[in-house]
């Protein structure tokens, strides 16, 4: 088994992004159809119009194979920057992987000179969640909602860089 490495997101990158969202999270949550088109959107937002120096994105590779990804791009004001599409294909779990991709994104909004990075998710999302408390991020809400067919705990976590 190969090295872990990490490379900058690339236009061809999209399909399979997309794609493995929609999978997994149909499979894993019951998600319906109109999960794969939201981040479909996310990802054709970053393409047409990112900053270079203040969002960037990553895929996570192994034996050649797409295995997770994480992007950071600009938030709700000019201080914030918003972890997004962060993914880690099952068989890549429990490798250190989760790690590796958060303090990648974090480091780069450090960089970039944001003072604050937040993130939504779902209460069903426990190892993520896990990983975001060991660290430091706080859970800053929590309420119940109807997305994507399923009844979640929809979360918002951020934490100050």
């Known amino acids: 088994m190969e090295k872990i490495t990490l490379r900058p997101f690339d236009p061809d990158d999209t399909e399979w992004l997309v794609t493995r969202h929609a999978e997994l999270y149909a499979l894993d949550e019951g998600f319906d159809g109109t999960f794969g088109p939201l981040v479909a959107g996310i990802i054709a937002d970053f393409v047409a119009g990112h900053d270079p120096a203040r969002e960037a994105g990553w895929i996570a590779e192994q034996d050649g194979a797409r295995i997770g990804s994480v992007s950071c791009t600009k938030g709700k004001d000019p201080a914030s920057a918003r972890l997004r599409l962060f993914l880690i294909l099952p068989e890549a779990r429990g490798q250190g992987l989760?790690?590796?991709?958060?303090?990648?994104?974090?480091?780069?909004?450090?960089?970039?000179?944001?003072?604050?990075?937040?993130?939504?998710?779902?209460?069903?999302?426990?190892?993520?969640?896990?990983?975001?408390?060991?660290?430091?991020?706080?859970?800053?809400d929590s309420h119940p909602v109807r997305s994507f067919g399923v009844d979640l705990i929809e979360q918002s976590w951020e934490i100050d860089l």
Do not use: N, P, Q
């Not at 450090?110 to 779902?122: N, P, S, V």
């Open 98 to 140: 989760g790690h590796r991709l958060l303090d990648r994104c974090m480091s780069f909004a450090r960089i970039a000179g944001y003072t604050r990075i937040e993130l939504w998710t779902h209460e069903s999302h426990r190892a993520a969640c896990a990983l975001y408390a060991k660290f430091g991020w706080r859970l800053v």
